[in-house]
């Protein structure tokens, strides 16, 4: 999975040291970066955002970089925004939220979760897929203690958003 590194491109946009991405003009320099890195890449690919460097993420920034990345490219484009701390999580759900868009992260620990907007169950499906692998809707149900139209429902949302891939093998179940 090519690996777009935050601090990379904040010095590409801004040329200087700064490890924070505050105000929306720094924001849309960062993201152009980040598209003409995309441009490059097949779209097959996942693209990770890494933000193991980044220090202040704002609304403003989170909005241009997140937001906007996932409104213009998240149809075409799966993406993981790896290292992410608390405190950029607390952005990104602000405006993941506001948007009604959600996106895979994984923390600096390795935990992967999905920010943004979605259900209860939908989050639960999505934590018991990347924890225990592929699964059935009536397996997930069984487990979850879900109905299993409730368990399908929420596996297609997180095919449909492009947050797990449907299991070839499986047909019915799905994978992180």
């Known amino acids: 999975m090519p690996r ?13 040291g700064y490890g924070d991405l505050v ?15 995309l441009a490059t890449l097949s779209h097959e690919q996942p693209a990770a955002i890494d933000f193991g460097t980044v220090g202040c ?6 909005d241009e970089i997140v937001g906007r990345l996932l409104r213009e490219h998240g149809d075409a484009r799966d993406f993981v925004l790896l290292n992410v701390t608390p405190s950029h999580r607390e952005s990104l759900e602000f405006v993941l939220e506001r948007h009604q868009l959600a996106v895979v992260v994984r923390d600096p620990a390795g935990s992967t979760d999905v920010v943004g907007s979605v259900s ?11 924890h225990d692998g592929d699964a ?12 299993p139209e409730t368990a399908q429902a929420a596996l297609d949302e997180l095919h449909r958003r492009r947050l797990v891939q449907v299991a070839r093998a499986a047909g019915a179940g799905a994978a992180a």
């Open 136 to 147: 059935s809707a009536g397996e997930i149900a069984a487990r979850l203690e879900l109905a």
């Open 120 to 130: 209860d169950p939908v989050r639960r499906v999505f934590r018991l897929v990347t």
């Open 4 to 16: 777009i590194s935050l601090r990379d491109a904040l010095r590409q946009a801004v040329a200087d």
């Open 23 to 37: 105000t929306r003009r720094t924001g849309q320099a960062v993201r152009q970066v980040i598209e003409d890195t």
């Open 57 to 62: 993420l704002d609304l403003s920034c989170a």
